[in-house]
């Protein structure tokens, strides 16, 4: 009897130890979603197993203090849930595989935090998705503050694969806010369609913050002050990317395209210097009610109302430019130095067409080549001067068609000549030849 209770209880034992998340899981009175909450038990570094059907949670994986989460189903949040917390250690690698996290909130139904997750207190968090099919997504997220996806806060963020799109901010940073000795790499994967009402649409580089670019794609976002979330009408800046007094860019691949801002700098608004290399594109991308090309945009005439050093776009010395890169470039001010490396001029181009880049006492300035003078030089007018050009070209095309043609007419007119000149010859001869056949004929008579 004594042996068969002993196997009772040893069962029992069993049974619970190797029962679900959800006894680590206390939740509340209010509207929970259990697989978020398992989620963000594992995310947390809380005592987890993995879920069937939901999360596999492996520890020490793929180096000791890491802890690797792959999702097996797509998540939601319930309308009372609250972030995902990322802390301390383990180091988290978070694996999509294919699936979504999504906060489920709606730009009509902002919250306080209602950014997705948040990274704080020296941690690390890695976002990938291994998944050969469509990759995951992290999405839902709507801050009445800032941030809408994913805030880092003294701490590292590491993009590989994956998408972060659909996210707002009020304020700033509408998928990535980099706050207070934060730091973010990015070497894959796409943030897109993500919006801020004051700046950075897609990602707020803080002072004393670092956002390093090496792959990957940055595509329409918007930091629009007309949007539902704010009513801010000095605001609008940084489509893609917003870059603080001090804060530290270097863009060494992959591309900033199609992002556009409401008041200017439609790719990257820098208030300080960054650095680009490799093969990086920032082309396409626009501001302003008319969608003015606006690339990057250096603000030197706030740098120098505020006393600090004017912004200039330094080339790197470990990965230089290479064939391929586009950089479109505007400042605040005519005639400002936009870079001491003659080498940019390959890889630049402006995005006003009506300014040009020279080389002026070894700086590369934008000279203002219609012989007007203005202070102000927010791009314009920059697809009407590509058209221009391709009408000057065409027009040379035809003109050198036509030299072909007359050349070709002419010749044919010379051979008509010769023609016309032989035909009149030979009417002769016939002529001559008739009447000394008719003197002849006369004769025989």
């Known amino acids: 009897m004594k042996k068969k209770l002993y196997c009772i209880i040893l069962s029992l034992a069993m049974v619970i130890t190797m029962m679900p998340a959800m006894s680590f899981t206390a939740y509340a009175a209010g509207d929970h979603n259990d697989n978020w909450g398992y989620l963000s038990n594992a995310m947390t570094g809380n005592a987890q197993v993995s879920v069937p059907d939901v999360i596999q949670v492996t520890d020490n994986s793929p180096e000791a203090g890491t802890r690797t989460i792959k999702l097996l189903t797509d998540i939601t949040a319930g309308a009372d849930d609250t972030y995902l917390n990322v802390s301390n250690s383990p180091k988290v690698i978070l694996d999509l595989n294919g699936h979504t996290i999504d906060r489920g909130l709606t730009e009509k139904d902002p919250k306080s935090d209602g950014f997705v997750i948040r990274v704080s207190s020296n941690a690390y968090l890695t976002v990938t998705d291994n998944t050969l099919d469509e990759p995951g997504k992290i999405t839902g997220g709507n801050s009445s503050g800032d941030c809408g996806a994913i805030y880092v806060y003294k701490s590292t963020l590491l993009l590989e694969k994956g998408v972060i799109t659909g996210?707002?901010?009020?304020e700033g940073g509408g998928a990535i806010l980099l706050d207070t000795d934060a730091n973010f790499v990015m070497n894959g994967g796409t943030i897109s369609d993500n919006s801020a009402g004051k700046a950075g649409g897609a990602i707020y580089v803080n002072n004393g913050t670092k956002f390093i670019?090496?792959?990957?794609?940055?595509?329409?976002?918007?930091?629009?002050?007309?949007?539902?979330?704010?009513?801010?009408?000095?605001?609008?800046y940084g489509g893609a990317v917003y870059v603080d007094d001090s804060g530290s860019v270097t863009l060494l691949g992959g591309s900033i395209t199609e992002n556009h801002a409401k008041n200017c700098a439609g790719g990257v608004g820098c208030n300080c210097s960054i650095t680009v290399g490799g093969k990086i594109n920032i082309s396409g991308n626009t501001s302003g009610n008319r969608n003015n090309a606006d690339n990057v945009y250096l603000r030197d005439k706030r740098a120098a109302e505020k006393s600090l050093p004017a912004p200039k776009i330094i080339v790197s010395t470990e990965k230089p430019l290479v064939s391929g890169a586009s950089i479109g470039v505007s400042n605040e001010t005519e005639a400002s130095n936009i870079s001491d490396d003659s080498t940019l001029l390959n890889y630049l181009f402006a995005d006003n067409s009506k300014y040009v880049l020279k080389l002026v006492e070894g700086e590369i300035q934008l000279v203002d080549q219609s012989g007007g003078g203005t202070t102000q030089i927010c791009p314009m007018l920059n697809l009407v001067y590509k058209a221009c050009v391709k009408a000057v070209t065409l027009s040379l095309k035809f003109q050198q068609m036509q030299r072909v043609l007359n050349f070709k007419i002419q010749q044919h007119k010379a051979i008509h000549s010769v023609v016309s000149t032989s035909i009149k010859i030979a009417q002769t001869i016939r002529t001559v030849t008739m009447m000394q056949l008719m003197k002849i004929q006369h004769f025989m008579l």
Do not use: C, E
């Open 167 to 170: 996210n707002h901010a009020y």
């Open 213 to 236: 670019m090496n792959d990957g794609a940055i595509t329409g976002n918007k930091a629009l002050s007309n949007s539902a979330f704010s009513n801010n009408s000095n605001n609008g």
